[in-house]
């Protein structure tokens, strides 16, 4: 059967597509700045997979800033999704490819002309995996009315790793996926209206390493205006290093391959990286070695020194933390259940002093395992989270708190466990009947902040505003509401990067 092509006026159906009908599936394509693309209708949302945001960051561009992507002749088939970022495969393998700036877009095929709410989502992994495929867009676009975009970032070395004194044209090389993202951005601003989007209702979402990095667009003058929301959910600028620090995890790297000179990374394969990296990383233990560096161009300040400076009560927040957030850790790295100088320098690098000391004096209240499970949560994310929502909160912005306290078995919720429920997508989960009720309870709160409004009610109580000092948050646990915290810690101490070494 030969396709039929059937042209839709623009007036009556959303931006001027063509849909191009098969027995196989039913296609649609559109035009964006670098040319047409051709996307698939997914029940009641069309998606665009593996669009070009940039242009493949291979050859002379490796290791250098992100460029606009160049336009094509042909019309370019986004059916499938792009390349993940070159990061560790399978016993210590190398899976993805350096040609990965591409981004997904689902947009809900009754847009017409509307101007929707825009939803990017970055995606976590330590900065070192994971890629925008890893949450389904349909989670958002299907029922809710909300354009999402999930997008791919380099990583790692490739994202991450300073390289400001090989020459200048490498100056941003330890800023580069967080240039990433603000390119997606830029792309976004250009082509969302296209599909459906307003650009001038943006909210950018993202999970640990992914809320880091979105954080870090608070830090850098060049992300500014290309969004008006941020949802971070377990993680805030503890991720943002200074050059020394990263200096020296690139020392490191250079020793593992056995080279002297900084200047000699430049070639070396991404298989030859990518095992170095994962060998001085040492599994999950090196979960904050890698992150965007004030590198004196893209960041040139401490993050709450820049924040501080430069005030923007316009972006709204909504900002959390699960309730045992390094119970996951734990689990991956034994040692951690008893800690010592010798795994807190892995984890926290010089920084190590504050967290055994304070693991110390609770260990003295209660039993060993409590103290580390409590002590480890707030210096890897609990302190960070509240540290950036009291400055956002003290600046005049709008924030809310939240905690997600949640777990089948009753011993409380670890990193990432609420996220099946922010991306709850019905019939395609294991929930029971309670779990069911939260999703819909912590799904639709956050359809109504992504909507540009207060995120609402759960359970016909409220959800206050967080203001520092009177900390009232949102607890969600089988029986969810609001909570007035007695106090939350904070060592003044401990600097704003989670990771330091001097």
Partial sequence: MKNIIRRIPACTFLFGIIFSFSVKAQTVVTKVSGGWIKGIEEGPTLVFKGIPYAKPPVGPLRFMPPQPAAPWKDTLSCEKFGNPASQGGGQGGLKGNED???????????????????????????????????????????????????????????GFMYLGDVGKSYQSSGNNGLLDLIMALKWIRQNIAAMGGDASNVTVMGESA???????????PQAKGYFNQQILESGAVQCIRDSVTAKGIRQRLMAELGISKPADLLKISAEKLIAAQANISNGAQGTNYFGPVID?????????????????????????????????????????NHPDSAVLYGWFGDNYRYVLSNYNAEAKNENADSAALKV???YMYQMHSYRLASMLAQAGNHVWMYRFDYKRDGTGATHADELSYVWFLPKQNNFNQTELQLANQIHQTWVNFIKDKAPGQVN???????????????????????????????????????????
């Avoid at 992914?210 to 850098?220: E, F, I, M, Q, V």
Wanted: charged share 20%.
């Fill in 100 to 158: 990965c700036l591409t981004l997904n877009v689902y947009t809900p095929t009754t847009a017409r002309d509307a101007k929707l709410p825009v939803l990017v989502w970055v995606h976590g992994g330590a900065l070192t995996g994971g890629s925008g495929m890893g949450m389904n867009g349909h989670a958002f676009a299907d029922d809710d009315s909300v354009v999402t975009v999930t997008i791919n970032y380099r990583l790692g070395v490739f």
């Fill in 210 to 220: 992914g809320a880091k990095l979105t954080s870090a667009l608070l830090a850098t």
């Fill in 460 to 502: 016909d109580k409220q959800w206050p505003h967080f203001v520092a000092g009177e900390n009232n948050i949102m607890v969600f646990d089988t029986i969810s509401g609001p909570v007035q915290l007695s106090n939350v810690y904070n060592d003044k101490a401990n600097p704003s990067s989670c990771f330091i070494l001097k």
């Fill in 296 to 336: 004196g161009s893209v960041i040139s300040d401490d993050p709450y020194q820049y924040i501080r400076k430069n005030r923007n009560d316009k972006v709204r927040f909504l900002i959390g933390t699960n309730k045992f957030e390094s119970k996951m850790f734990m689990g991956f790295d034994k040692r951690l």
């Fill in 376 to 378: 480890l949560t707030q």
